[in-house]
Each structure stands twice: as C-alpha cells, then as structure tokens.
C-alpha cells in the first residue's frame, strides 16, 4: 500500500516544479533578457550556434511545461498564468529586437543552417557508406 502514497508524492512534486518553473519572477525576467541580448549579438554576428546557444539559456520551457500541465489537470487559473509569463518572456526578445535587420539576418542564418545541416547529412552518408563497404 506504500507504493500509490509514493507515487501521489511524486507527482504532487512535479507539479510544484511544473508550477515554480512557470512564475514569473526577477530570474526568469533577467534570464531572458541576457538570452535576447545573446541572441541579438548572434544575428549581428551571423553566428548560427550563438542564436542556438542563447534559445538554450532562454527560460521558456517553464511556462510552456506549465501550460501543458494546466491543460492537463484542467487548472485554467494556471493556464492564464503560465501563458501570461509565456507571452512576456517572448515579448522581451520581440522588445529587444532592431526590426530592419531581423529579416535579412534570419534568411541568412537560415540559409546557412540548411547547408550546414546537409552538409552534415553528406559526411554521415559518407561515414556510413565506408563502414559498410570496409566490414
């Protein structure tokens, strides 16, 4: 009979950290703000894997695992809370963006992303093909 008290526990305990991952507090503000300066700095700089590295320091999973919990459980309080947080972290980066240049440098990152991804994608085949022909 322990079991299913352990496990009510647990996941009594998940959805705290579900519910603190989806606040919106002084860290969750400065993180983003760092994350869309970073990612500013990335576009400027036509550097794909800084614009990556600032998507991952940018705290928009919290919010985004709260909505799926809010859903889940049918709390729209939480719901309307986690999506308020949400919205306000990607308006930091939409407030912090120059609007002239966004568009250019996201083609351009774009484009390079895709080569990069098939230039990948040719040495994995290449990679492979060897291994094959060489067992």
């Given at each position: 009979m322990t079991v299913p008290v352990l496990e009510n526990q647990h996941q009594e305990t998940v959805r705290e950290n579900f519910r603190a991952g989806a606040k919106f507090n002084k860290a969750y503000l400065l993180m983003n703000v760092l994350a869309a300066t970073i990612a500013s700095y990335g576009l400027f700089a036509n550097s794909p894997a800084v614009v990556i590295g600032a998507m991952i320091i940018?705290?928009?999973l919290g919010p985004i695992a709260g909505i799926a919990l809010a859903l889940v459980d049918g709390?729209?309080?939480f719901l309307l809370k986690s999506l308020i947080t949400?919205?306000?972290g990607t308006g930091i980066g939409k407030h912090m963006r120059q609007q002239p240049t966004h568009t250019?440098?996201?083609i351009l990152i774009f484009k390079r992303l895709v080569?990069?991804?098939f230039l990948s994608f040719e040495i994995?085949?290449?990679e492979l093909?060897?291994?094959v022909y060489h067992a």
């Open positions: 940018a705290m928009l709390d729209m309080q949400l919205l306000a250019s440098l996201f080569k990069d991804l994995y085949l290449l093909s060897r291994s």
